[in-house]
């Protein structure tokens, strides 16, 4: 049998049975059961909640110069399920509700950066991707300009020094 | 042999110190939990519909009234909202007053999961949008705040109530209480 391939119908098969049963096709419905028996079974692990999104979620402002606030915003603070992303990258439910917040509080005409004041009032500067100057951050400001200060100071000297 | 100065042990000393703070830093556990920033500070003005007909819903008055309460924040499709459900249950024989906030939950699938796992909530308010949980600077499901009588966030406990949280956070209320 194997190698050779015989019509159906002369093999006494008339409708293939025995050559499905041979082939490796005949696994696809039981992967195909599996796979939805399996989705089902995760369903309830997988599932991040049972509500839709919130309406501004995936849905941009009807204002392109106030989406583009929003999104400038969005793309600064960081998602909270996902700690690497942002919130404008995130489809984590969590993610969509900031980004809801966000878009619903700029068309009602706050400014950016009273909407981050307020995230970083709730969760700290974690939140935002912006950096400030607190008084634990100065020195990665202060820092730099101190060692350009040096290196200028210290050049000027050894140049100086030669006719 | 030649001797070497300030001007080469200082720098090196230098080195060696920034190489013994990336050692000590890069070997500290890391902690994912982000904390909320609103310890100490009032529960923000909000109102929320009963979660489930079963139980009232939840308002910042409710929180003022002069008894320390738990908030849980949880919802029917957090895992391990079921885990700590033994622990909420102990919690509420012990005399603490718990307040539910159910985020992004259907009545339905909120009323299974109470008969499943217990119902240890005097109150239970709808958060559909996160609102709230934004609000009080939680950033998952389950945590617990400590509310003292006045409406203040005193403590908040991030992830699901362990038995050794049980008596630590009754310990919290009993703080907050004086």
């Known amino acids: 049998m194997i190698g050779s391939f015989r019509h159906p119908r002369e093999s006494g098969d008339p409708v293939g049975v025995e050559r499905f049963a041979r082939s490796p096709v005949r696994w696809v419905p039981a992967f195909a059961g599996m796979t939805i028996l399996l989705s089902v079974l995760a369903a309830p692990i997988g599932a991040q909640d049972s509500l839709p999104p919130a309406p501004y979620a995936y849905r941009q402002l009807d204002d392109p110069e106030q989406e583009a606030r929003a999104q400038q915003l969005m793309e600064t603070l960081r998602c909270l399920a996902c700690q690497s992303q942002s919130v404008a990258d995130s489809d984590a439910p969590i993610a969509g509700d900031m980004r809801h917040q966000v878009r619903t509080r700029i068309a009602a005409g706050e400014e950016p950066e009273a909407i981050r004041a307020w995230m970083i009032e709730r969760y700290g500067d974690y939140i935002s991707y912006t950096p400030r100057m607190t008084a634990s951050t100065w020195p990665l400001f202060v820092v730099p300009l101190f060692l350009l200060a040096a290196l200028i100071f210290a050049l000027t000297r050894r140049l100086g020094r030669k006719p | ?178």
């Open chain 2, 1 to 178: 042999m030649m001797r070497l100065g300030l001007k080469f042990w200082l720098p090196l000393a230098a080195f060696a110190a920034l190489l013994g703070l990336f050692a000590f830093q890069l070997t500290q556990p890391k902690s994912d939990f982000v904390e909320s920033a609103m310890i100490g500070k009032p529960m923000p003005d909000f109102s929320l519909r009963a979660a489930v007909p079963v139980r009232p819903g939840l308002s910042s008055e409710d929180l003022r009234d002069g008894n320390p309460k738990l908030l849980n924040v949880f919802a029917s499709w957090c895992v391990p909202c079921i885990a700590e459900a033994p622990q909420l249950a102990a919690l509420e024989r012990a005399g603490a007053n718990i307040v539910g906030v159910a985020i992004r939950d259907r009545q339905q699938d909120l009323q299974v999961f109470l008969a499943r796992h217990g119902n240890p909530f005097s109150r239970i308010g709808a958060d559909d949008l996160s609102e709230l949980q934004l609000a009080i600077g939680s950033a998952g499901v389950p945590e617990t705040f400590v509310i003292d009588g006045e409406g203040v966030i005193r403590y908040q406990h991030i992830g699901d109530i362990r038995d050794s949280d049980v008596p630590m956070l009754l310990e919290k209320l009993r703080e907050v209480a004086k």
